[in-house]
């Protein structure tokens, strides 16, 4: 009777790990990674996890349950996956108990750590216009694409919170860049609205999850990876089609 709770505080510490560190945009080998580790550290060494973008299940050897937690919401929060990790290694040290390593978790879990929304709008508008430096644009078209990738970004966080079709608040991100970057052109304060419309869509580009999706695949999770790649492939569709309808136009 009292190894029963202690069983149970693991699993859900374990769960609680992986979840967290799937909604912030960890990959799938290094979440199943780190719910195996957590669990050999307190003595759980045939632990068994499957992970996938949408939901995660965890069982160990014996009589206890399998469990399984449901991914709703997945983003972009590197912060968590490193403070987990960090849990993780304290785990690995024994400079955590299980109660502890629960409490800190569901503190995470709670937490924000986000950068604010101004300062996120101000690196896409900054970055926009760095972008279409790189690729070999004009000095003069760089207020054109900031602007243009400011308005895009903001109209998407705007759109994230408003829409439950995420797909759809990129579509209109993307047309709203490129309807901006059309409007600068045909009042003469930008030139080149390829360049302007590369650099401000850039932002938008779901970098990491493609990296993600590579890296699953390439370490064996074929679900993970090609759901993953397949998220990757819609949203970069989403974008591209918001900028075909301006061109059509």
């Known amino acids: ?57 965890f069982s160990i050897d014996g009589d206890d349950p399998s469990k399984l937690y449901r991914i709703s919401k997945r983003s972009t929060d590197l912060k968590k996956v490193t403070e987990v990790n960090s849990i993780s290694r304290k785990i690995s040290s024994g400079d955590l108990t299980v109660k502890d390593a629960l409490l800190e978790l569901r503190k995470i879990e709670k937490e924000s750590v986000a950068y604010p929304i101004w300062l996120q709008i101000f690196a896409a508008f900054i970055s926009s216009g760095c972008f279409l430096i790189m690729f070999q644009g004009q000095w003069h078209d760089f207020i054109p694409a900031c602007v243009a990738g400011g308005l895009g970004f903001s109209c998407l966080l705007y759109l994230h919170q408003l829409l439950e079709i995420k797909f759809f608040a990129e579509f209109l991100s993307s047309l709203l860049i490129g309807l901006a970057a059309m409007l600068f052109v045909n009042i003469g304060i930008g030139y080149e609205i390829d360049k302007i419309i590369i650099g401000a869509v850039m932002p938008l580009v779901p970098g990491l999850l493609i990296t993600n999706a590579v890296r699953d695949l390439i370490a064996g999770h074929l679900v993970s990876g090609i759901s993953k790649g397949a998220e990757a492939f819609l949203t970069a569709f989403a974008i591209g089609t918001g900028i075909a309808v301006v061109f059509s136009f």
């Open 1 to 57: 009777m009292d190894n029963a709770p202690k069983t149970y505080d693991v699993i859900e510490v374990c769960m609680l790990a992986g979840k967290i560190m799937m909604e912030s945009g960890a990959e799938t080998y290094r979440v199943e990674d780190t719910m195996s580790r957590i669990a050999s550290s307190f003595g759980i060494h045939n632990s068994h996890s499957f992970v996938t973008p949408t939901g995660i299940i």
